[in-house]
């Protein structure tokens, strides 16, 4: 899913394309002139801008050429005339990604095309975080003695192309395990692609894997490279392998030995140019002997397997890891940045972590989108029925039940019910979306969710406006 800003100055065909793209799962964005567009690009950011050749002022030439200067990472594509495909190549050798003629043919062939255009900026953003990781180099951990002969083994497998099993609990860490041994390896120039075997269906996942051909299922209007193609040269990394369904256990066994593989519908057979990493929180072993699982499969995996520690067992990494993501999440919420006190350091280092890195980032990305202040406080830190409450009062103090002073009840432990967890997911949400002005996007990238996850939730709290 893309975000999408459509440019027209007829009403009625830049609703009809807004509608088609809504319903292939983009967000889309209206503007009805060049100038109201480039207002909203200035405020918001876009994947892909659709845009009408000929408009009364700024025209789809005028925004081509702003967007190439000051924006030239957002995908362009022009909607032209039939008499005005001459200027239509022209945008292109100006960079636009491609043109559609009015009227459209197709919404297959309309739809296809911003997918591609958005899956090249997908590509755009793989490279640029893969070269971030080179130059920067993945940090594994911060001197925690539970890390080092993990860091060490990662380092030795690395320089190999054995394939690399990745185990632990869910949000230690395993994808940036995974982008540190391809930052290590000598595929270090080609793409890193993930792909989590439990965020689609079992069909869509495959098509996301193997790619199709035309016509292949309902909906095939057009050949889709998978995302092996796209690995190519590079490492490709399978999130949750463990939920992946039997039938495609025993194709990606196939593909693990033979490194070949066809898309979906026939073609010809695919070489398969990539390093395998793996991940999982699953009980793998225990799964083989349900009959989840396929042995030869976990065998083929497994050559280097590698178990991450959970958080609670590398303490000295999470006060210095607490103040990196305190700081990436105050850059992406565009806000000053944040200090945590004595108090909040002695909360963070006493809580359970039961969700790992994952939960530590969500709670100070929560914090910081409610934080007023420049400094953290262990009450703002606090989430009765998370797990994560400041310290309960000393046996000598006052009684929990007795009065407490005033301003003074976010320190002393929570009283009642600890609230549901879906209630506090719901407020978060709600909190976010507010704070974003509605913008999906960056609401799902403060909150570590899929845009799409986000907007189940939206949906499963009637959230929406």
Known sequence: MARVLVVDDEPGIREFVAEALLDDDHEVAQAASGEAAWALLEREGFDVVLSD???????????????????????????????????????????????????????GELRLLIRRAAERRSLRNFQEAHQSAVEAGPE???????????????????VTDATVLLIGESGTGKEIAARAV?????????????????????????????GHEKGAFTG??????????????????????????????????????????ERIGGGPTLRADVRWIAATNRDLPAMIADGRFREDLFHRLAVFPVVLPPLRERREDIEPLAERLLAQACANLGRKPLRLDPSARALLRRARWSGNVRELANTLERAAILADGEVLHDSELAIPGLGLAPAPVAPSATPATSAAPAGSAAHTAPAGEPRPLQ????????????????NRIRTAEALGIGVRTLY??????????
């Open 53 to 107: 050749l000929r408009m009364p002022g700024m025209d789809g030439m005028a925004l081509l050429r702003r967007l190439r200067e000051r924006q030239p990472d957002v995908e362009v594509v022009i909607l032209t005339a039939h008499g005005d495909v001459d200027t239509a190549v022209e945008a292109m050798r100006l960079g636009a990604f491609d043109y559609l003629q009015k009227p459209l043919g197709s919404l």
């Open 140 to 158: 594994l951990t911060f001197g925690a003695p539970a890390m080092t002969p993990v860091v060490a083994a990662l380092r030795k497998v690395a």
């Open 182 to 210: 391809h930052a290590w390896s000598r595929r270090r120039g080609g793409p890193f692609v993930a792909v989590n075997c439990a965020a689609l269906a079992e069909q869509l996942l495959e098509s996301e894997l193997f």
């Open 220 to 261: 095939a209007v057009a050949r889709r490279r998978g995302r092996i193609e796209v690995a190519q040269g590079g490492t490709f990394f399978l999130d949750e392998v463990g939920e992946l369904a039997l039938p495609l256990q025993a194709k990606l066994l196939r593909l693990l030995q033979e490194r070949t593989f």
């Open 423 to 438: 209630d506090l997911e719901r407020d978060a949400i709600e909190a976010a979306l507010r704070h974003f002005e509605g």
């Open 456 to 465: 189940d939730k939206i949906k499963r709290y009637n959230l929406g406006e």
